[in-house]
C-alpha cells in the first residue's frame, strides 16, 4: 500500500537559550536509555545515556531525566548553539541477547541566530 | 570513543544490479553489529543484527535474501543490496559496541551511513 511519509517533530529556540526535547518510550521493561544527535547526511553520535536505576544524568550542557512513571525521557541542552541544530533520537532497550536499540521518532532542533 | 567506518558514503546505481556496502569497526572488535534503514525526515529502522560467523537475524518483514548480511571476521560486516529497486533507495546506517567494555559502556557506536540511490 502507499506509505505516508511522517514529519518530524520540530523545536526552535533561539541562541543562548535552554532547550528541552521529550520522549515517550513505549517498553515498561527497557532498562537502558540513549540520547543521539543526528545531522544531515550523517550517521547518530552518542550524546548522553541513563540506565534506568537512575532518574537523572548530567553531561557536558546536556542533562537526561528518566521518569519510569510515565515512560518519558528528555534531554535538556543548556545555552543552546547553532551547532545543536540536528535531529535528536531518543532510543531504548532492555536487557537480553544483543542489546537492540529501539528508536523514537525524533525531533527536529533549530536554533535561530 | 570506538569508532565504526562503513563505506561508501554514497552511491548511486542500476535497477537490477547488486550494491555492497561495508561496515568495519576500526579499533575494537565486535561480534555483533546492527544494520539499520532511514528514510527522509523519518526514524531508524532495524534491518538485521549481524552475527559474527553465523547467520544474521532479520526482523520482521526485511527480505533476507534481499538484503544479504555477511560478518566474516570480527571487524568487518557486510550488507549486500541484491536486485536493487528504486524503491531500495535509502539511507543505510550500520552500528556496533564495544564488547569488552559491555559491562559499563553499552552505547552504540554508528557509521557514517550509506545513502543509496538506484535509478
Known amino acids: 500500500g502507499e506509505s505516508v511519509g511522517l514529519h518530524l517533530p520540530t523545536l526552535s529556540v533561539q541562541e543562548g537559550d535552554n532547550s528541552i526535547i521529550n520522549c515517550a518510550y513505549s517498553n515498561s521493561a527497557s532498562d537502558y536509555f540513549i540520547w543521539y544527535k543526528q545531522e544531515s547526511g550523517k550517521g547518530p553520535q552518542f550524546i548522553i545515556d541513563i540506565r534506568s536505576n537512575m532518574d537523572k544524568r548530567q553531561g557536558q550542557r546536556v542533562t537526561v531525566l528518566l521518569n519510569k512513571t510515565v515512560k518519558h525521557l528528555s534531554l535538556q541542552i543548556a545555552a543552546t548553539q547553532p551547532g545543536d541544530s540536528a535531529v535528536y533520537f531518543c532510543?531504548?532497550?532492555?536487557?537480553?541477547?544483543?542489546?537492540?536499540?529501539?528508536f523514537g521518532s525524533g525531533t527536529q532542533l533549530t536554533v535561530l541566530p | 570513543g570506538a569508532v565504526v567506518s562503513q563505506h561508501p558514503s554514497w552511491v548511486i546505481c542500476k535497477s537490477g544490479t547488486s550494491v555492497k556496502i561495508e561496515c568495519r569497526s576500526l579499533?575494537?572488535?565486535?561480534?555483533?553489529m546492527f544494520w539499520y534503514r532511514q528514510f527522509p525526515k523519518q526514524s531508524l529502522m532495524l534491518m538485521a543484527t549481524?552475527?559474527?560467523?553465523?547467520?544474521?537475524?532479520?526482523e520482521q518483514g526485511v527480505e533476507k535474501d534481499k538484503f544479504l548480511i555477511n560478518h566474516a571476521s570480527l571487524t568487518l560486516s557486510t550488507l549486500t543490496v541484491t536486485s536493487a529497486h528504486p524503491e531500495d533507495s535509502s539511507f543505510y546506517i550500520c552500528s556496533a559496541r564495544d564488547e569488552e567494555e559491555l559491562s559499563t559502556n553499552e552505547k552504540l557506536f554508528f557509521g557514517s551511513g550509506t545513502q543509496l540511490s538506484v535509478l
Open positions: 549481524s552475527n559474527e560467523g553465523s547467520k544474521a537475524t532479520y
Open positions: 532510543a531504548e532497550s532492555k536487557s537480553g541477547s544483543a542489546r537492540q536499540l529501539t
Open positions: 579499533d575494537f572488535q565486535a561480534t555483533t
